[in-house]
C-alpha cells in the first residue's frame, strides 16, 4: 500500500474518531472539553497561516479572537436589544476582524522580526484595555463586567443548548478551516508565503510582494480568529475582557510551535495537548501548571521542530528565465543545466 494511501486512511481513521467521540464517551466533562480542543484548534490554524506559512510573529492574535467574541455579543444579546440570526452574524464577525486586521496589518507588516511583534504584543494589550474601559461614559462592551445573556446559535432552525450540540457544530467549522489551510498552503500564495518566510529578500527579488502577501496571511489568520471568537460567545453565553488577555495569545503560539509550524495536522495536536494536559493533571492542584511546563519543555528540547512537523514538498518546477531582450532563455543540451 503506497504512502499517500496510508495517510489518506490515517486522516480518515481521525475524522471518524472525532465523529464518534461523543457516542463512545457521552461523558458531559469529556465533550466539553474536545469541545475546547476544536475551539483552539481553530485559532491555532488561523495563527499557523501567520506564524507557520508566512513567518511572521504575531503576538497579540489574542486581539482578534476577543473582537470576533464582542461583535458577536453586540449582535446577539440584550445589550444593544439586538438578536439577529447566526448565519448574518458570521459574515458581520469576518468583516470586522478583516478590518482589523488590515488597519493593524497595513501599517505595520513592513517591519520585521522583534519589531512585529512588539508591534502587534501593543495591538492585543490595547485591544484589552478597550474591551476593559468601553463602559463609560457610553456603555459598549459593558467594561469589567462583559456582556451575558447571549444567544445560542441557531441554524437552519436548530439551536444548540448541550455540549454536544456545540461539539459537532464546533467540529464542522474545524473542518472547513482545516479544508481552507490546506487549499491556501498548496496555492500560490501559499507558496509566496514560504518563500517569505525562508527569506523574505530573495522572495522580494523574486517579484514577490511580500507587503501584500504578508497582509492576506494576517488578515486571513485574524477572519479565522474571528470565527472562533463568535463561537465562544455562543457557547459561553457570556463574554469577559478578561478572556482575551496575553497568556491566551501566548497558549496559541504555544499550540502551533509544540505541534509543528507549518503543519495543519500538527497545530490541531499541539492544540490538543495544550488544553488537555491541564485537565489531566488537574489532580496535581498547585503542582499541574509546572508540570504542563516541564513537560512542554522535554518535549521542546528532543522534539525541537514539532511533534507532526510539516511535510517537505518536492515538486520539480521548470523556472524559464527571461533573456537579456526579454525573450525566454533557449533549453540547453541534453545534460545541461537548463534541461
Known amino acids: 500500500m503506497s504512502p499517500a494511501r496510508l495517510r489518506r486512511l490515517g486522516h480518515a481513521a481521525l475524522l471518524l474518531a472525532a465523529v464518534a467521540l461523543p457516542i463512545a464517551l457521552p461523558d458531559d466533562y469529556?465533550?466539553?472539553?474536545?469541545t475546547r480542543v476544536c475551539l483552539y484548534a481553530m485559532l491555532a490554524l488561523g495563527l499557523n497561516i501567520v506564524v507557520g506559512f508566512a513567518g511572521l510573529l504575531d503576538i497579540g492574535y489574542v486581539a482578534f479572537f476577543g473582537i470576533g467574541s464582542y461583535v458577536y455579543a453586540f449582535l446577539a444579546s440584550p445589550h444593544f436589544g439586538i438578536h439577529l440570526p447566526t448565519l448574518l452574524i458570521?459574515?458581520?464577525?469576518?468583516?470586522?476582524?478583516?478590518?482589523a486586521g488590515i488597519v493593524i496589518g497595513g501599517p505595520t507588516l513592513r517591519l520585521r522580526g522583534d519589531y512585529l511583534a512588539i508591534v502587534t504584543l501593543g495591538f492585543g494589550e490595547i485591544t484589552y484595555l478597550l474591551l476593559l474601559n468601553l463602559d463609560r461614559p457610553v456603555d459598549i462592551t459593558g467594561g469589567p463586567n462583559g456582556i451575558i445573556s447571549i444567544d445560542a446559535p441557531s441554524l437552519l432552525g436548530f439551536t444548540a443548548s448541550r455540549?454536544?450540540?456545540?461539539?459537532?457544530?464546533?467540529?464542522?467549522?474545524?473542518?472547513?478551516v482545516l479544508l481552507i489551510s490546506v487549499r491556501l498552503r498548496d496555492s500560490q500564495i501559499g507558496w509566496a508565503w514560504q518563500a517569505i518566510?525562508?527569506?523574505?529578500?530573495?522572495?522580494?527579488?523574486?517579484?514577490?510582494?511580500?507587503?501584500v502577501a504578508k497582509l492576506q496571511a494576517f488578515v486571513i489568520g485574524a477572519s479565522f480568529a474571528g470565527v472562533a471568537g463568535g463561537l465562544l460567545a455562543s457557547w459561553q453565553r457570556s463574554v469577559f475582557p478578561d478572556n482575551f488577555l496575553l497568556q491566551e495569545s501566548i497558549n496559541i503560539l504555544a499550540m502551533v510551535i509544540?505541534?509543528?509550524?507549518?503543519?495543519?495536522l500538527g497545530v490541531i495536536l499541539g492544540a490538543a495537548i495544550i488544553v488537555i494536559?491541564?485537565?489531566?493533571?488537574?489532580?496535581?492542584?498547585?503542582?499541574?501548571?509546572?508540570?504542563?511546563?516541564?513537560?512542554?519543555m522535554v518535549l521542546m528540547i528532543f522534539r525541537p521542530q514539532g511533534l507532526w512537523p510539516a511535510r517537505t514538498t518536492r515538486r520539480a518546477k521548470r523556472v524559464v528565465a527571461p533573456g537579456p531582450l526579454g525573450s525566454a532563455t533557449p533549453p540547453g543540451p541534453p545534460g545541461s543545466p537548463t534541461q
Open 163 to 176: 455540549n454536544v450540540d456545540y461539539y459537532y457544530l464546533f467540529l464542522a467549522v474545524l473542518l472547513l
Open 277 to 296: 494536559m491541564p485537565e489531566a493533571f488537574r489532580e496535581l492542584a498547585l503542582y499541574r501548571l509546572l508540570a504542563f511546563g516541564l513537560l512542554l
Open 30 to 34: 469529556v465533550v466539553s472539553v474536545a
Open 197 to 211: 518566510r525562508e527569506d523574505e529578500l530573495a522572495a522580494e527579488a523574486m517579484g514577490v510582494n511580500t507587503t
Open 90 to 99: 458570521l459574515p458581520v464577525i469576518i468583516a470586522a476582524a478583516t478590518v
Open 258 to 264: 509544540l505541534g509543528g509550524m507549518g503543519s495543519v
